[in-house]
């Protein structure tokens, strides 16, 4: 137990668990679980980062850092064990440099915090994944996390201005966007857990909108829905939000939020445009106008601030309210372009039925990126297995459609094996190097991102 007393003798007490309840609480994340980690390390510093990085390097364990555990695909999950950091106290603000619109934030800080922070400031952190009540920003950058708004303001990497970072020796490096050279900020954004540990970051913050208008178009079809989303973007029209909802889905969130969404309709859009009042008000006239051309059989907007936020409320709680459908569900996540919307979403619904499995359809359709919920209840392997087909045919659906393997969610361990699906040997073995030039030993969380066995001696060709 050389690990445990160096850990407690370092960081204290406090600050390390390993008893089995313990254990067994972080071996799982949102998608699955697996692996049973060594110890738990809640460090308060970036201190002690580095101290854990370097007992565990000496003894020889892996390190996977964890915020919240939300993630979707198997990222924060000890799948061959080792130190698992949890970033739970490292949760503080703590610089607010209000002129300069931005804030330096510790990694446990949740997503919407810094937005209630800056409110005061009439400033805001821009992406907004649905889970952001209780995801860390660290979490976030760690998988360059989406959400509604960044269809307009762009994911989490447009929104990192610098970061601090533990690398795989101990060592703290910090970058910045300003630094000349390579944009090592942008490679370390979205690169799971495998390349460094942030234990801080500088974030851009925007300007609250001088008006925001929400509004909800219902259809009859879905594929009508589809087609006014693509019109739009054509149009050369960028809302903030593009977001759709089919039926399945409505009639959870509905039954759930009272929220007022047409419980009838086939499909709902909700539209947000944000920014100078007149800029707001000729966007939604000309939206309202291409979404009638494309047989919206309403178009209705929020009169008040409370409308328009249970509106949100029940788009962002789409995938709980599901839980009046069915025990468990599992989110896929794809890209395709968005003219193909249409092909992409039928084949969605085929492949479910194809596998007798329920699926509801939330998703960021101004970006092309597709969430399908597939219910199931995971005592049953029956169901188990039939959403595993499901969810496989989608992806294979969407790679044929020209799309990608994941729109916001990562790669993780879910989906390692299916990064051969839309990459060569030469470009998984150039993806190896620059891992293998920030963590030589593979010990940043293993088994992530690449497919099985896929160490770099493996992937890089002679
Ligand atoms: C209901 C629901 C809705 C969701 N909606 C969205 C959405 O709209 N958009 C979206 O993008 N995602 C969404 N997600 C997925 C998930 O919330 C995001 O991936 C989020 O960014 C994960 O944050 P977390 O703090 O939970 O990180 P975790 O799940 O704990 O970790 C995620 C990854 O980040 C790594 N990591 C964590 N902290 C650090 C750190 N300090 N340094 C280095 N690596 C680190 C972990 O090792 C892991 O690989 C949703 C999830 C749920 C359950």
New binding site residues.
Partial sequence: MILLERLIEALGSDAVKAAPEDLAAYAF??YTDGGTPSAIVLPGSTRDVSATVKIARDCGEPI?????????CG??VPTVGGVV?S?ARMNRILEFDERNRRARVQ??VINLDLSRHAAASGLFYAP????QQ???L???????????HCLSYG?TVNHVLGLEVVDAGGEVFSTSVEDAGYDLTAALVG????L????SAWLRLSELPESVRVSLAAFDDIDSASEAVSAVIAAGILPTALEMMDAVIVRAVEAAFHAGYPTEAAAVLLVENAGLREDVAAAQDAIESIVLQHAARSWRSAESRTERDALWAGRKGA??ATGRIAPNYY?QDVCVPRSKLPQALRAVEAAARANGITVGNVF?AGDGNLHPLLMYDRRDRRQVGAVVETGNEILQCAIELGGTISG???I?WEKREAMTRVYSTADLAAMARVRDVFDPAGAL?PE?IFPRGARCPEVVPP
């Fill in positions: 994340d949102a996977v850092a964890r915020g919240a555990g939300t993630g979707l990222g924060a950091l970033f990694p446990g907004d994944p649905s889970s209780v995801s860390t660290g979490g976030n950058i760690a998988t360059n996390a989406g959400g509604p994911t690169s799971e857990g495998t460094g540990i942030v234990t995938a709980g989110t960021h916001e969610h990562g993780g969380n992530k």
